[in-house]
């Protein structure tokens, strides 16, 4: 079994040995393997021993690698394997060699995204979240780390550890109410409220994810998270223009239509973003949505 360690090159887990730790989290870990029989490169995660024996988290676990065996998009990242091991259970995915997209916006010079991969990057991101609304599903905790970029300006949306179908029937009468799950930064006021999933909460989060990859902070910063919960529920968020004044006022607008309060206000979904995104320049001195650019790094 692989431990908390990043030195695992001699682990083995099943039939697949470990070459390194891409993320150490806090409840599982996410390693790049090598499957002997193939030696083709995968994802694998791994609940932490420390949390195998939590009856709720194995189950969460579980439910996360079977929505991502559910998937079949080319922007969504695929879950191929899960093994129910009594100690620690892990799933296999797809190996996806690139970063997420909160390193650009926290060290540009680092990391580099170039403006003319942003489109395309943010294109295939509403791709793969509208597959998933149209599965039934609702992501729930859309941000700049759970989108994956490559140097081709390719892009993968990760992480259903949090995804839900919305309640129906009994289970909408005698559900319980729902926890309020979400990163503080990008969550919906209806996650926030705890009301049922829909897919118009990701759209809120997938544009405060816009907005921040465009101009390079959220449109709501706090010193406390009440404070931060209470600007998403009630502060008006300021025109993306305002804080750079190469962005186009189309895109400015288009963002600011799906970050309304009122899930109602917004955009009707993530496809009717994509109709009006593919003719929309985001920054001024834009070539055209088209262009896909060089590379990102």
Not at 118 to 125: D, G, S, Y
Not at 154 to 183: C, H, N, W
Not at 199 to 226: H, K, M, V
């Amino acid at each position: 079994m692989a431990t908390d360690s990043n030195t695992v090159s001699e682990d083995k887990i099943g039939g697949y040995r470990v070459v390194r730790v891409i993320h150490p989290g806090a409840t599982s870990m996410v390693m790049e393997v090598v499957r002997d029989s193939t030696q083709k490169r995968f994802a694998l995660k791994q609940l932490l021993a420390s949390r195998g024996e939590d009856r709720d988290e194995r189950k969460s676990f579980e439910n996360e690698a079977k929505i991502g065996m559910e998937m079949r998009h080319p922007n969504l990242v695929r879950v191929y394997e899960y093994v129910n091991d009594p100690v620690q259970p892990y799933f296999v995915m797809d190996h996806f060699p690139g970063y997420h997209l909160k390193l650009p916006i926290a060290r540009p010079s680092v990391y580099p995204l170039p403006k003319s991969q942003l489109h395309r990057i943010m294109e295939q991101a509403a791709a793969a979240l509208a597959y998933m609304h149209d599965k039934g599903w609702t992501h729930r905790d859309v941000k700049p780390e759970n989108i994956l970029a490559n140097r081709s300006g390719e892009a993968r949306v990760i992480d259903y550890a949090l995804a839900m179908r919305p309640l129906s029937g009994l289970r909408k009468l005698f559900g319980g109410k729902i926890p309020r799950q979400g990163t503080p930064s990008y969550i919906a006021p209806e996650q926030i409220r705890c009301e049922p999933p829909t897919p118009l909460a990701d759209i809120y989060s997938f544009g405060i994810t816009c907005y921040e990859l465009a101009c390079g902070r959220p449109p709501f910063r706090a010193n406390s998270l009440q404070e931060l919960l209470n600007k998403h529920l009630q502060e008006r968020p300021i025109a993306i223009t305002m804080y750079n004044n190469l962005i186009t006022q189309e895109f400015s607008d288009l963002i600011l239509k799906m970050i309304m309060k009122r899930p109602a206000d917004r955009l009707a979904s993530l496809h009717e973003f994509l109709t009006r995104f593919r003719s929309v320049r985001i920054f001024q001195d834009d070539p055209g949505p088209s262009n896909s650019g060089n590379g990102l790094f």
